[in-house]
């Protein structure tokens, strides 16, 4: 296995701009950070949730606490063949507790969210009723590559 740093760049104005990041991104720190540095947003460890591409099931498992419905938060998603991560806003309010036993599975004290990776331009929930992501929630791309 080849341990060697990769130096993360990120896509601006159709070309690559360096991030003293090194790594692959493959957990959340990286992906928070990028996404901070990348968009105009307030995200960080606590208020977000991450997930990147199930190999065996070809989905995002996403298992956001409800707590976290309580204020703004930010989900993302790192499709990690693609080079993008997906970034969508869910305001404070916008899923409340009478609206998320309709619309998503529970699990404890859980969402339980499966997304089809495929699906790249609904996002919808396949545990649920469907719920589109991409309709419901303001949605950044970020782009990225290894060099």
């Known amino acids: ?16 701009i360096f991030s003293p990041l090194q790594g692959e991104i493959y957990d959340k720190y990286l992906a928070v950070i990028l996404a901070k540095n990348t968009i105009d947003c307030k995200i960080n460890k606590n208020n977000s949730t991450y997930s990147k591409i199930n190999n ?63 699906d790249t331009v609904s996002f919808k929930d396949t545990l649920g009723i469907g719920f589109p992501f991409d309709e419901c929630f303001p949605k950044s791309i970020i782009e990225y590559t290894y060099k």
């Open 1 to 16: 296995m080849n341990m060697a740093k990769k130096h993360i760049y990120f896509k601006e104005k159709e070309e690559y």
């Open 56 to 118: 065996a099931d070809v989905v995002w498992w996403l298992n956001p606490t409800l707590e976290k419905l309580e204020y703004d938060s930010y989900v993302l998603l790192n499709d990690q063949y693609r080079f993008k991560i997906y970034v969508f806003k869910i305001d404070k309010g916008t899923i409340t507790e009478e609206n998320y036993r309709k619309i998503f599975k529970l699990k404890l004290n859980m969402l339980d969210i499966n997304i089809n990776a495929n």
